[in-house]
């Protein structure tokens, strides 16, 4: 579907409400099949969220989880210790390039059966779930943080528990923290202390346990961007009146996240956008007068997934952004860093990339209109390109790709004065 994209130039006050993280979503559908006794609210509505609700309920021998990463890892482990039951695992295209090595050796080293089907190291896997008796198990940590947290959700269904020693710098630590904290919250022990995490094996039932998931803070950043945004839309409408009172009111979120997303707060107070936590309502509104900096310098390591919202919110505010700690992005839905540099490019952006930082010059010339901007199957592609329409229009390729974390984003965007039609 190619969607063009223009907006009506004021922004409305508007209220939005997205459903539950997707990541705490996928940890709970795992904790929740592995222990019964929990019931969860507010799951994600997201695809992701739903090839993992449709994954634990198969009984066939093949299980697709299309382009979920976090179904991916954390199945892998899960139909590992499911005992006498055989899976082939296996994804679409893309899953199929995104390496799983790491996490099949460590599996491997505590006694789990996992094949190849294909290519060494990469989906799909073939799968006989049988009972884990070893505990102690060291990874390598720099790659990516799921296979770190698809260990720790098995860890109380294994006899004896698990230790996981972790194997150099620790990438996107923010998403350990929220397994850990979900296994504490549902009643299963464990720490994480330096590079050492231990999860105890589980002896009793669980206690019966309600759950509500906290929305999803990356898919709130779209609107960090847009509210930015509308500053430089004033400025270049002459129409600051009618844009400074507006607040978007996104829910239901809390003031202790258990997301590493919820960074979005302080970073894009350093670009205009007063956000405050009332009730389970986030609001989020210009700052006045706000004097912009000339350029934003920031390590995204601890929160990937809103490189590509930060990136195009400079290129529109014309500011200049060096992002760093962006190793992991290469292997993501697709390689978010090219085509990052293919897409900003198209639009009159001055952008280099490395294997792990950005580098976009302020934007001095107006964005190219008309763009057609390609979302390379990545939903955040889509997503973080959309609000530019503020500026200029443009035309998204394949938006129902959007559908992989955010269904609801282009009616929602209706809300906020956008305008789409298919074309
Ligand atoms: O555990 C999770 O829920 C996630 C971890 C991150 O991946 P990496 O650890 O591979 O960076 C993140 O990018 C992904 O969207 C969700
Ligand atoms: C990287 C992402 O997801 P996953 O790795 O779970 O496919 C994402 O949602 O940005």
Same mark, same amino acid.
């Given at each position: ?45 997201? #695809? ?49 390039? *995104? ?13 789990? =059966? ?117 500053? *430089? ?27 590493? =997303? ?36 920031? #390590? ?34 697709? #390689? *978010? ?18 294997? =792990? ?22 939903? *955040? ?16 390729? #394949? ?25």
């Amino acid at each position: 579907m190619l969607l063009k994209v223009s907006h009506k130039t004021v922004l409305p006050p508007a209220e939005i409400v997205i459903t539950g993280s997707k990541s705490e979503s996928n940890r709970l559908l795992i904790l929740q099949a592995l222990f019964d006794n929990l019931t969860i609210d507010n799951v994600s509505n997201s #695809d992701d969220a739903a090839v993992m609700q449709k994954a634990l309920a198969s009984t066939q021998e093949t299980v697709n989880i299309h382009h979920a990463g976090t179904a991916m890892r954390f199945l892998t482990a899960y139909f590992s210790i499911q005992e006498g039951r055989k899976t082939v695992l296996t994804g679409s295209e893309r899953m199929q390039e *995104r390496p799983m090595k790491i996490l099949v050796e460590a599996l491997q080293t505590l006694g789990a =059966d996992i094949s190849y089907v294909n290519n060494e190291g990469y989906p799909p896997l073939r799968i006989k779930g049988k009972l884990l008796q070893e505990k102690k198990v060291s990874l390598q940590a720099n790659v990516s943080s799921q296979y770190i947290s698809a260990l720790m959700l098995i860890g109380g269904a294994l006899p004896e528990g698990l230790e996981i020693h972790l194997e150099g710098k620790i990438t996107s630590i923010p998403y350990i923290e929220m397994t850990l904290a979900l296994l504490l919250d549902v009643g299963i022990q464990g720490s994480f202390k330096n590079q050492i995490i231990t999860i105890q094996s589980l002896k009793q039932k669980l206690p019966a346990k309600k759950i509500v998931v906290e929305s999803d803070w990356s898919s709130a950043s779209y609107y960090f961007s847009i509210v930015a945004l509308s500053a *430089r839309q004033a400025q270049d409408k002459s129409q600051k009146q009618n844009q400074s009172n507006s607040t978007i009111s996104i829910s239901s979120y809390k003031k202790d996240s258990l997301q590493g =997303d919820s960074v979005l707060q302080s970073i894009y107070a350093q670009l205009g956008v007063y956000s405050k936590i009332a009730g389970h309502q986030l609001n989020l509104s210009l700052i006045e007068d706000f004097n912009f900096p000339e350029q934003i310098r920031l #390590d995204l390591s601890k929160c990937p997934d809103i490189a590509q919202t930060i990136a195009v919110t400079c290129l529109g505010l014309g500011i200049s952004c060096d992002l760093t700690g962006l190793h992991t992005l290469k292997i993501k839905e697709t #390689d *978010r860093l090219e085509a990052l540099r293919e897409e900003i490019s198209k639009l009159g952006g001055n952008i280099t990339v490395t294997n =792990d930082s950005l580098h976009l010059e302020a934007q001095t010339t107006p964005l190219t209109s008309g763009v057609s901007i390609a979302t390379y199957h990545d939903h *955040r592609m889509a997503m973080a390109f959309a609000p530019l329409a503020m500026l200029v229009p443009l035309q998204i390729e #394949d938006a129902g790709v959007v559908s992989k974390s955010y269904p609801d984003f282009w009616s929602d965007l209706e809300q906020l004065g956008f305008l789409t039609e298919q074309v």
